[in-house]
């Protein structure tokens, strides 16, 4: 605990002195870890999945973003997601709030290897901390609620951890 403590401090005091990159034109691509086992849903209990996001900052602080996200269970169950959302970035200070929406096509496989195709519409708002670990490169955890318009027992609350490239 000690040890990670002290790499979260040294993360945060090397995040305030880099310069964030969060000007008009610039290009962002981010690979993530979603979920971690620390996502809860009433259809789902606990699962881990990778989503990689590539968008542009349309004006200083503002980036519109594609998203693409793909989750798979030991029992099978699979899960992919695509999508678009746009990130707010405070005042050079990495905090941000995000948001979009995107499709969600899920595959269960049920009781004696039934499998349940469906699809589902989300709205998804996100807020965490661009970590920067030199002028470019972050960490960036991150905190999301996934609405399902499909059904309450699909909506999500999760955690996740990437790796974002500012050019």
């Not at 503002?62 to 798979?72: K, P, R, W």
């Not at 899960?79 to 990495?94: C, D, H, K």
């Not at 290897?113 to 699809?119: K, L, M, Q, S, V």
């Amino acid at each position: 605990m000690r040890k990670l403590l002290t790499m979260f401090a040294i993360l945060l005091v090397t995040s305030m002195t880099a310069r964030a990159q969060f000007e008009q034109n610039k290009w962002y691509f981010n690979a993530a870890v979603t979920e971690l086992g620390l996502t809860y849903s009433g259809s789902e209990k606990f699962r881990m999945g990778v989503q990689a996001s590539a968008g542009t900052f349309l004006f200083d602080n503002l980036a519109l973003l594609l998203n693409a996200e793909g989750v798979y269970h030991k029992q099978g169950d699979r899960t992919a997601s695509f999508g678009v959302g746009a990130r707010y970035y405070f005042q050079q200070n990495g905090i941000f709030l995000g948001t979009g929406v995107k499709f969600k096509h899920y595959e269960y496989k049920g009781d004696e290897e039934i499998t349940t195709d469906f699809n589902d519409g989300l709205w998804s708002l996100e807020a965490g901390y661009a970590f920067f670990l030199s002028r470019t490169v972050t960490i960036e955890p991150s905190v999301y609620y996934d609405l399902s318009f499909k059904d309450s027992d699909y909506s999500k609350l999760g955690l996740k951890i990437g790796f974002g490239l500012y050019f």
